[in-house]
């Protein structure tokens, strides 16, 4: 008869049994409460997430009905477009660089023009397309551009047909006695300063004055021009500037801060111009460049609005 032997207790294994028994419940207890924590933690970051979602969404909506003002919805990766959909051109554009280029490239001249530089022209096409754009202008063909960079005895000022593309006028023009001798380099807006005013101005009535047939100008820049009209700054023909005195090799006279010009020239000059046109007196001034409002305020057109 084989009879089973009575299996013996061993304290030390049993006390190991137990031992690991209770550790593997803690390491389980510890696992779950590890878990519970990460699912807290992650629906912690989702609510986060979920609230910078609203709050971009809630600024993109502040933004776009302030700064674009309703009239422009930003698309991203697509450059603007407006309420219709149309693709909005900024003036620092490839596009509105190929229009500047293909204008400046295609203005016909007299055989006794000069060429109008580009620069000037560029920072004049693109206040034009500006005050066009806010409706400042009333004649938007025709555009004044005077050149302060050139010597006096040049012919510094151009009317252009914007329409024609051609130049129509081109005529020596005066600068103000104090700002400089035979070239323009000190501008000012002050009462009394005698010196010519930078920037851009609208073209506005004409009357007859101590200086006969003149023209009203409104300088639409505060810092640079914004006192042309109160300060009598005013297109008018001068004994001071003709071509005989040119071809004498002598230097023309300057004004007391008008854009003077020949008297031969002015009445044809401002039954131009006159009644709200734009013109624009260009000087590489560094501190007007980086400061004018119309030339730094960057607006968006339609493709269809690149055209004169």
Not at 176 to 203: D, H, I, M, P, W
Request: glycine residues 6%; positive net charge.
């Amino acid at each position: 008869m084989n009879l089973q032997k009575k299996p013996q207790f061993n304290p030390r294994k049993n006390l190991a049994a137990v031992i690991k028994t209770k550790q593997l419940r803690i390491t389980t207890l510890q696992s779950k409460k590890i878990l519970k924590r990460l699912n807290s933690n992650h629906l912690e970051i989702n609510a986060l997430k979920s609230s910078m979602v609203k709050f971009l969404a809630c600024l993109f909506l502040l933004i776009s009905s302030t700064a674009f003002k309703n009239k422009t919805i930003p698309i991203f990766g697509n450059g603007f477009k407006n309420k219709d959909g149309k693709e909005l051109v900024s003036f620092k554009s490839e596009e509105f660089k190929l229009f500047t280029r293909n204008i400046f490239q295609n203005i016909s001249y007299e055989s006794n023009q000069d060429t109008i530089p580009f620069e000037p022209f560029a920072l004049a096409l693109r206040g034009f397309m500006h005050l066009k754009h806010t409706q400042e202008l009333t004649d938007t063909q025709h555009i004044t551009i005077i050149d302060f960079s050139k010597y006096c005895n040049k012919k510094r000022l151009w009317v252009l047909d914007l329409v024609n593309q051609k130049v129509k006028i081109n005529e020596w023009v005066a600068h103000g006695k104090r700002s400089g001798n035979e070239y323009a380099n000190t501008f000012s807006n002050r009462y009394n300063s005698q010196q010519s005013s930078l920037g851009f101005f609208v073209t506005g009535g004409t009357y007859w004055g101590r200086n006969k047939f003149s023209l009203k100008l409104h300088g639409l820049e505060k810092s640079f021009n914004s006192n042309a009209f109160s300060r009598g700054i005013v297109v008018h023909g001068a004994n001071y500037i003709s071509a005989s005195i040119v071809n004498r090799n002598e230097r023309i006279g300057r004004s007391f801060g008008c854009p003077a010009v020949s008297k031969s020239s002015n009445n044809k000059i401002i039954n131009t111009i006159k009644g709200g046109s734009c013109l624009f007196i260009y000087h590489p001034s560094s501190y007007y460049l980086n400061n004018s409002e119309i030339l730094n305020t960057d607006l968006y057109l339609t493709i269809e609005d690149l055209v004169i």
